[in-house]
């Protein structure tokens, strides 16, 4: 069974960090592409970052450029977001999947708040 496990959120000041795993089962981890997706409250999931499972290339999100890193490591399987300079905006749940996203995929998710 495909699990995708997501963890690490939090409440946080603006301007603070965190750092946030997704642990993979269930699958070939090295075979598939993982992306970091976000929701806030009222608005639709979007893409934030993603991590290639060949050559470690990475695509962030423009709002997000500069301030997050994703990385992966394949004898844990998690794909680690570690986010940086975060703003009130980055507050909603986050979610791992593999990329493209499978919707089966989805899991609870992790939620993160960023306080003015």
């Known amino acids: 069974e495909v699990q995708l496990v997501e963890s690490g959120g939090g409440l946080v000041q603006a301007g603070g960090s965190l750092r946030l795993s997704c642990a993979a089962s269930g699958f070939t981890f090295d075979d598939y592409a993982i992306g970091w997706f976000r929701q806030a409250p009222g608005k639709e999931r979007e893409g934030v970052s993603c991590i290639s499972s060949s050559d470690g290339s990475t695509y962030y999100a423009d709002s997000v450029t500069g301030r997050f890193t994703v990385s992966r490591d394949t004898a844990q399987r998690t794909v680690f977001l570690q986010m940086d300079s975060l703003k009130p905006e980055d507050t909603g749940d986050y979610f791992c999947?593999?990329?493209?996203?499978?919707?089966?995929?989805w899991g609870q998710g992790t939620q993160v708040t960023v306080s003015t």
């Open positions: 999947n593999i990329y493209p996203p499978n919707r089966v995929y």
